[in-house]
């Protein structure tokens, strides 16, 4: 019996990137991401140092096919968007000064 486990990551995206996901992908989307990890630390209000680490998205492509996921049904952005990556979209201003944390 083939038995599944589901694994979640934390993925940071930037810019056109980050935009396209949010209109784009919903929860349980197929997807391609690929970039390098990160690992950050900081201290919690008790004082105990805390560790995460993260995937930092350069690149990202759509594996869902075209009318399986939701809003995807007429075209729509598979025609366009699969294999985007960061450097192929215009900087939009962000820097590690507008992290909230």
């Given at each position: 019996k083939l038995v599944?486990?589901?694994e979640w990551h934390t993925v940071?995206?930037?810019r056109g990137l980050a935009e396209l996901s949010q209109k784009y992908l919903h929860k349980g989307s197929l997807v391609y991401i690929e970039g390098?990890?990160?690992t950050r630390s900081w201290e919690d209000?008790?004082?105990n140092k805390k560790f995460a680490t993260e995937v930092v998205g350069d690149?990202?492509?759509?594996l869902d096919k075209r009318g399986e996921?939701?809003?995807f049904t007429n075209g729509g952005p598979h025609d366009n968007l699969e294999g985007i990556s960061n450097s192929?979209?215009?900087?939009g201003g962000e820097t590690?000064?507008?992290l909230p944390f």
């Open positions: 599944s486990q589901t940071v995206l930037w390098r990890l990160r209000k008790e004082g690149n990202l492509i759509m996921s939701h809003g192929e979209i215009p900087p590690s000064e507008d």
